[in-house]
């Protein structure tokens, strides 16, 4: 597999992390892949002159547009805390795009990112995801594009667009996922201490740190089967009937294919689900210690304390109190 070339623009205000964090998850699978397989990036800008980030930090590109005259294999517009209520973008940039990225492999955005491919033209008929609070700004200024407010990262076609901020890592690993496989995705988030993964929506149960079920596998029809099933009791007989196993071959597959037991499985799917509802709802501890599985919110508290040597009080506090959106409980949800 030949190398790969990863353009990443960027421009005055944009998000540091935007940035860093695709370019960390790029730099960490080159350390898993051959050298004629790894990743050649380049950070493109209005010129090479130095662009100021969001935090003030400098930044300086590799190649102004009017040089960037290549095709990339992926070509990732990098978000920005002002871009959605700017008046204009860059003409440049969009002329660059519109030229450029169009004859990419892929191309798409992280998290506001998305306001500038609208602005180019490259979002009409394709659903996409931006920050959640900025989805419904997205959708009124682009009204020929879907926009889903709830996910974490979208794929339609060749463009793929990003939920906020870290959702940029989210779409990069993802990506190489797809490139190099699981395993070396897998690796880099092990390496950047994040979860591998993540799928669907901002507020939605996030897999832990293991490797993705081939789909259609026994493994994959339980995982979906626990996601939306959390608030039930989830003996490793009632696991086992579902993946069509006997419990003593499911708890072999759990050791030989995640390095886990089905216990684990569940209670790191369920402190996942809670930490997301903390994050994104105003539902008291006790509702969500219900809806997750762990029975009260003692119990929620007492696996907190040990798992993460905090509470779920404290927890929800880590987080601003500015208005957060309205979070469905999983109780709400379609269960199969």
């Not at 998000?15 to 960490?28: I, N, T």
């Not at 007492?302 to 880590?318: E, K």
């Amino acid at each position: 597999m030949p190398e790969r070339t990863i353009a990443l623009v960027i421009h005055d205000g944009v998000q540091a992390l935007d940035v860093a964090g695709p370019l960390d998850v790029f730099v960490e699978a080159n350390e898993c892949v051959g050298a004629d397989q790894r990743y050649v990036i380049r950070v493109v800008g209005p010129d090479r002159g130095v662009v100021h980030a969001s935090n003030g930090l400098a930044m300086v590109p590799d190649l102004g547009f009017a040089e960037a005259g290549c095709a990339f294999d992926t070509v990732l517009v990098a978000g920005g805390p002002s871009l959605p209520a700017q008046q204009s973008t860059d003409p440049a940039m969009l002329a660059w795009l519109c030229d450029w990225a169009v004859r990419a492999g892929r191309y798409g955005s992280i998290c506001t990112g998305a306001f500038v491919l609208g602005r180019a033209g490259l979002l009409d008929g394709k659903t996409v995801s931006t920050h959640w609070k900025h989805a419904d700004r997205l959708a009124r200024e682009f009204p020929a594009a879907i926009v889903e407010p709830d996910r974490i990262h979208v794929r339609d076609g060749r463009l793929i667009t990003s939920a906020g901020v870290t959702a940029g890592i989210d779409l990069a690993l993802a990506l190489v996922s797809e490139d190099h496989g699981a395993d070396v995705a897998l690796a880099c988030a092990r390496q950047l201490v994040v979860v591998a993964q993540r799928q669907g929506g901002q507020s939605q149960f996030s897999p832990m740190l293991v490797r993705p079920a081939p789909p259609g596998s026994a493994l994959a029809r339980l995982h979906d089967h626990v996601q939306h099933h959390l608030r039930d009791a989830l003996p490793i007989e009632r696991m086992a009937a579902v993946a069509g196993v006997s419990p003593r071959s499911l708890a072999r597959l759990f050791a030989e294919e995640l390095a886990t037991t089905p216990h684990e499985f569940v209670l790191n799917a369920r402190i996942d689900l809670a930490r997301n509802l903390l994050e994104s709802s105003d539902l008291p501890l006790k509702r969500i210690a219900f809806e997750c599985g762990f029975g009260n919110a003692e119990r929620m508290r007492a696996v907190f304390q040990r798992r993460l040597g905090i509470s779920p009080l404290a927890y929800r506090g880590s987080f601003p109190a500015s208005p957060r959106p309205a979070a469905t409980p999983p109780s709400k949800m379609a269960r199969p």
